[in-house]
């Protein structure tokens, strides 16, 4: 390589050619720098990974290291390294940074010349397969591109878990990329090269994105190599492209390996309930909103594998649309409810499973260790014990449960050729001996007793040589830079015989060898050679058997990941007093006493639970009341008892009826975007336009405070307009809000009904609760009708303002209502159409505004 570009690569200083180790280092890093352009290449010197020039530099930055310099005579660069024994934790932080990593390592002994080194790992944040760099989670790699519309593949690697979706909308693309909390992702040229695109996806979706290779030629091709025909479920070039791409950067990352993917599923999102992005945010379904906060997927996680855990994320990603499907998995939970006998013994069996999904997709790479194949084989082990705990009289024939009975194949033959072939507890890499059991491989049983029959002449030869010198003293040892020896005191050395040879001497005593000695200890270092190069070939063909039971392996994975979903699932049920939801046609939801499965496990327990009735003639409900008393917390109930009846779960409730809602919609709290400049109310609108235009007769809508972040008129008037486009859509609607002048739209609005969340004015500051402190009480349940007020002075003094200003606005908030009542009385009149009167009506009329204004109560 020219000097200038060794410079160029190394940011060196000098003149002078390379030293060959440096030129192996530069030659290497474009080799990578070509497949991954900003990958940090780690090459290993002896003990320590070394990086030069930029790459030192990025290094030293991102991982805390001392920078120094590799010089030779005529040229210098920098230099920063980390000790081999500690990769896995610099890597960790590395990928964590959204950095690649290719590894060099020495490939051979290092000897009088240049040491050979080969690129043995490319790890990136969406491809990594090793446990140590991985969550229990599934780790996704997507690649986005577009035709009509916009495509979506995802890849698994760890699992070979392979999906592609298609989209219209750029936001339903952004939903599902969201939920599914791909860690890396690939975007097309027409993507990538969109500046406003590019930066609108870089704030949404804070992870490394990749160039990879979208040709629509390679693509088919890396499509075919994995699968061995073109799917006739990619019916579009952007379909085509986005699984090709996907395909090619995980071959490139797993150096061709890619015989974990064996299957590709196009799903459908609308074949699901849609839970955007905004929606699952606000329920709190993955993600909590404050750091120390509790999920609903932390409630439900139960489960006792890394497989039913990620199997439980999927469900709650895609609730069911399907009747049957949804019925059939409440029968499953109902029944290891009701037993719960085989609900522990299926819960224990499970405790002792390992990821089975992920040791078949290491065993299918050819990459599984030993301890990982003992560990396929204790999991499938079990297989067995479940089916047969699934046979009882519990699991009636026909249902969930006898059809995971079925899929828990036992796999017998592969079990008996691993115990047959590994020893009990094997080592973790195959080159550390005492791999294969004995009595498995003849040849080298064959070679293992030899070397055997020389460590016996060695464990004699002390002895012997005691008897013939007559030193009783005598030892005969090993270390790693003598190899065997016979050691001598030195009150003994007079007594050496001629045909010992002296190899070492030390203070009080001097070592020896003899011709003979040397022979057998040449002989034992070549048989254990031997062996274990024979181990590991009998392991490696042990290992490339197993993969063709990966098909079969991964439908028990699947089989045990759903089994432990529905165990955990009805272990909540169980434990937490849920009741199974029913699911009705007639489109009503109908809650009995319901609670909020988060605040009533962060409260323990203590939960005021309420009543919910949605249904054909009233569909809209108008929520007021204090802040603080709990409207939120209601409207997340519900929609929470609709999610967990179409994830198939029992509910947190005396009683429930539930329709299958073809989406939840919520606008929930304030945020804003202040990389994308869009304030609060922006962000907020932005939702609700989503909102507006996606609901349906068939939606849960829950909206809360809508309006709230322009000026009160305003606000008022958007609103007001929001729920009236909702109610005409008759979407069942949860709407809470402090603009008490909705509240006349239930005369106006039939199917609208007003609630409030009940509170009151209490004298006896401090006394009767831990509910009730300065002035106010709050007994969170609601109740028909409107608040008469929004309580606001008095929350604001139970927050700690200071008395003169909670004094002073109670009296401006009197004036304010004053002036408030003036407006209203104005508003009513401008409504009027005084031509449609008559006398009678319009004495009515003022006779109501007079009691008004009297503080007196409409007539009944």
């Given at each position: ?18 030293p060959p180790m440096l030129e192996q280092y530069v030659t290497m890093r474009d080799e990578v720098a070509a497949q991954l352009p900003h990958a940090i290449l780690l090459f290993q010197v002896g003990d320590f990974y070394e ?390 491989h003849a040849e080298l049983d064959a070679l293992r007793a030899e070397a055997l029959g020389h460590r016996a002449w060695m464990a004699e030869l002390e002895t012997r040589e005691r008897e013939r010198t007559g030193i009783a ?9 003598f190899g065997y020896y016979l050691e001598v005191t030195t009150p003994h050395l007079g007594k050496v015989p001629p045909d010992y040879r002296q190899v070492a001497t030390l203070k009080d005593r001097a070592r020896f060898t ?347």
């Amino acid at each position: 390589m020219p000097v200038a570009a060794a410079q160029s690569v190394l940011k060196g200083t000098g003149s002078g050619a390379l030293p060959p180790m440096l030129e192996q280092y530069v030659t290497m890093r474009d080799e990578v720098a070509a497949q991954l352009p900003h990958a940090i290449l780690l090459f290993q010197v002896g003990d320590f990974y070394e990086t030069f020039g930029e790459d030192a530099e990025r290094a030293a930055r991102l991982l805390g290291l001392a920078l120094t310099h590799k010089s030779s005579k005529d040229f210098s660069t920098p230099m920063a390294g980390i000790p081999v024994r500690t990769l896995d934790s610099f890597v960790e932080k590395l990928l964590a940074a959204g950095v690649c990593v290719a590894v060099a390592d020495q490939v051979e002994e290092p000897g009088a010349g240049l040491v050979e080194r080969k690129v043995t790992q490319l790890l990136t944040p969406g491809t990594v397969t090793e446990e140590r760099h991985l969550s229990a989670d599934e780790n996704f790699l997507a690649a986005v591109a577009t035709g009509d519309g916009y495509a979506l593949s995802l890849l698994d690697v760890s699992t070979g878990e392979f999906r592609c979706a298609a989209f219209h909308t750029r936001s339903a693309l952004y939903d599902e990329l969201a939920r599914h909390r791909a860690r890396e992702v690939l975007l097309a040229p027409e993507l990538a090269g969109n500046a406003a695109l590019l930066s609108d996806f870089q704030g949404r979706f804070p992870v490394m994105l990749s160039p990879a290779n979208f040709d629509e030629a390679a693509s088919e091709a890396e499509v075919r190599a994995a699968l061995g025909e073109l799917p006739g479920t990619l019916t579009s070039a952007a379909l085509l492209r986005a699984c090709g791409a996907v395909l090619g950067y995980a071959r490139l990352t797993q150096q061709g390996r890619l015989d974990m993917v064996r299957r590709l599923v196009r799903y459908e999102p609308g074949a699901h309930m849609r839970l955007p992005d905004a929606a699952a945010r606000a329920l709190e379904v993955f993600q909590a909103q404050s750091p120390q906060g509790v999920t609903l997927m932390d409630v439900l996680c139960e489960t006792r594998t890394a497989g039913g855990r990620r199997r439980l994320r999927a469900w709650l990603r895609a609730p069911l649309l399907d009747e049957l499907s949804i019925r059939a998995r409440l029968d499953a939970v109902e029944q290891l409810t009701r037993a719960p006998d085989l609900r522990s013994g299926v819960r224990a069996l499970l405790y002792r499973a390992h990821d089975l999904e992920r040791l078949s997709a290491r065993v299918a790479t050819t990459r599984a260790t030993p301890r990982e194949v003992a560990s396929l084989a204790r999991t499938l082990e079990l297989l067995p014990e479940a089916a047969a705990l699934l046979g009882g009289p519990d699991t009636p024939a026909g249902g969930l449960l006898s059809g995971i009975r079925a899929r828990l194949s036992g796999l017998p033959d592969v079990v008996t050729r691993i115990r047959a072939a590994l020893v009990d507890d094997p080592p973790l890499r195959v080159g550390d001996g005492g791999l294969i059991r004995e009595g498995f491989h003849a040849e080298l049983d064959a070679l293992r007793a030899e070397a055997l029959g020389h460590r016996a002449w060695m464990a004699e030869l002390e002895t012997r040589e005691r008897e013939r010198t007559g030193i009783a003293a005598l030892k005969v040892g090993f270390n790693n830079v003598f190899g065997y020896y016979l050691e001598v005191t030195t009150p003994h050395l007079g007594k050496v015989p001629p045909d010992y040879r002296q190899v070492a001497t030390l203070k009080d005593r001097a070592r020896f060898t003899r011709p003979d000695l040397r022979e057998r200890e040449r002989e034992i270092a070549r048989l254990d050679a031997a062996a274990g190069r024979l181990e590991g070939e009998v392991f490696t063909g042990l290992r490339a058997s197993l993969g063709a039971h990966t098909e079969a392996l991964l439908e028990a994975a699947g089989a045990l990941a759903d089994l432990d979903v529905l165990s955990a699932l009805s272990e909540i049920a169980a434990e937490r007093g849920w009741v199974r939801p029913v699911t009705v046609a007639d489109g009503a939801a109908r809650l009995t006493q319901a609670r909020h499965p988060v605040v009533e496990r962060a409260a323990g327990g203590r939960f005021v639970p309420n009543d919910a009735l949605l249904d054909a003639t009233r569909f809209s409900l108008l929520l007021t009341g204090p802040n603080m008393a709990g409207k939120s917390t209601y409207l997340r109930t519900v929609a929470l008892c609709a999610l967990l009846h179409q994830v198939g779960s029992f509910v947190p409730a005396d009683a429930a009826e539930l329709p299958v809602y073809d989406a939840i919609h919520t606008r929930i709290g304030a945020s804003d975007d202040l990389a994308g400049g869009r304030s609060t109310f922006m962000v907020e609108m932005s939702e609700l336009a989503a909102i507006l235009h996606g609901a349906t007769h068939r939606s849960l809508v829950i909206l809360d405070e809508v309006g709230r972040g322009t000026s009160t008129l305003d606000g008022l008037a958007i609103a007001q307009a929001a729920l009236e486009h909702l109610h005409a859509t008759r979407a069942h609607t949860l709407f809470a809000t402090h603009y008490f002048e909705l509240t006349r739209l239930e005369a106006e609005l039939p199917g609208l009904l007003n609630l409030h969340v009940a509170a009151e004015e209490d004298a006896s500051s401090g006394e009767g609760g831990s509910d009730r402190g300065g002035g106010l009480t709050f007994y969170h349940q609601v109740v028909p009708g409107a608040a008469r007020q929004s309580y606001g002075v008095e929350v604001a003094r139970l927050a700690g303002l200071p008395a003169p200003v909670t004094q002073r606005a109670a009296r401006l908030l009197t004036a304010l209502n004053a002036q408030g009542d003036d407006r209203a009385l104005l508003r009513e009149l401008a409504t009027l159409d005084l031509s449609r009167l008559t006398p009678l009506q319009a004495l009515e009329v003022l006779h109501g505004w007079q009691r008004g204004l009297l503080g007196q109560a409409p007539d009944a």
